[in-house]
């Protein structure tokens, strides 16, 4: 059992940033065989994979659409990932959902992962 809490959303300007954080945390769930996905959500859309890390090493996955303006960090400490997210558009405009898989790998697909959180909104305006 993992539950996740998000947190860092916001209303910025295109060309603007956000950082946005999830935190993880239960009794049932081993770091060591974790990885946290973003996903992001748009109205009329399908919910759409954004990044991955995989817990045990750090290694990271992106879409094509944010490779070289978002970056995935975490804390081991806090159990918390981060998603920065530079040089914003509109088009990134979205909720943006955390997700947990305990299977160890980097999934890009949200039928693979087990746990969401509540989402967090982001707004970009042009």
């Known amino acids: 059992q993992v539950r996740l809490v998000e947190s860092g959303g916001g209303l910025v300007q295109a060309g603007g940033s956000l950082r946005l954080s999830c935190t993880a945390s239960?009794?049932?769930?081993?770091?060591?065989?974790?990885?946290l996905g973003w996903f992001r959500q748009a109205p009329g859309k399908e919910r759409e994979f954004v990044a991955t890390?995989?817990?045990?090493?750090?290694?990271?996955y992106y879409a094509d659409s944010v490779k070289g303006r978002f970056t995935l960090s975490r804390d081991n400490a806090k159990g918390t990932v981060y998603l920065q997210m530079l040089s914003l558009k509109p088009e990134d405009t979205a909720v943006y959902f955390c997700?947990?898989?305990?299977?160890?790998?980097?999934?890009?697909?949200?039928?693979?992962?087990?746990?969401w959180g509540q989402g967090t909104q982001v707004t970009v305006s042009s």
């Open positions: 890390i995989r817990w045990s090493d750090g290694d990271t």
């Open positions: 239960g009794r049932a769930f081993s770091f060591s065989s974790l990885s």
């Open positions: 997700a947990a898989d305990l299977r160890g790998g980097r999934p890009s697909q949200a039928d693979e992962y087990d746990y």
